[in-house]
Nanobody
Framework: QVQLVESGGGLVQDGGSLRLSCAAS????????RGWFRQAPGKEREFVAA????????VYADSVKGRFTISRDNAKNTVYLQMNSLKPEDTAVYYC???????????????WGQGTQVTVSS
């Protein structure tokens, strides 16, 4: 059984940076696409970024494009989300997930981590 554990969240000021990590255990990590999503209080979970399982192609939400970078290290079974130029509206719980394809659709991911809180103060 695959398990995902996120880390790296915290409190940062407007304009700051954070790097989230998501470590996977269990089945072959490189066989799956990986995604990052976020959920703010009172809002639905939304897509942030995803990376494909093989060639590492990426896709981003428009709201984070140019500021966030997703990457993966298959040897370490880990995916990263480098977040720069953070804004208060980026405040949310961030989740990583496994899926068959790197698509911006919550329903296409079937294994989720427990989430890590990111808070950006103004």
């Amino acid at each position: 059984q695959v398990q995902l554990v996120e880390s790296g969240g915290g409190l940062v000021q407007d304009g700051g940076s954070l790097r989230l990590s998501c470590a996977a255990s269990g089945r072959t990590f490189s066989s799956f696409a990986r995604g990052w999503f976020r959920q703010a209080p009172g809002k639905e979970r939304e897509f942030v970024a995803a990376i494909s399982r093989s060639v590492g192609s990426t896709v981003y939400a428009d709201s984070v494009k140019g500021r966030f970078t997703i990457s993966r290290d298959n040897a370490k079974n880990t995916v990263y989300l480098q977040m720069n130029s953070l804004k208060p509206e980026d405040t949310a719980v961030y989740y990583c997930a496994l899926g068959a394809f790197a698509v911006p659709d919550v329903a296409k991911y079937n294994i989720w981590g427990q989430g890590t809180q990111v808070t950006v103060s103004s």
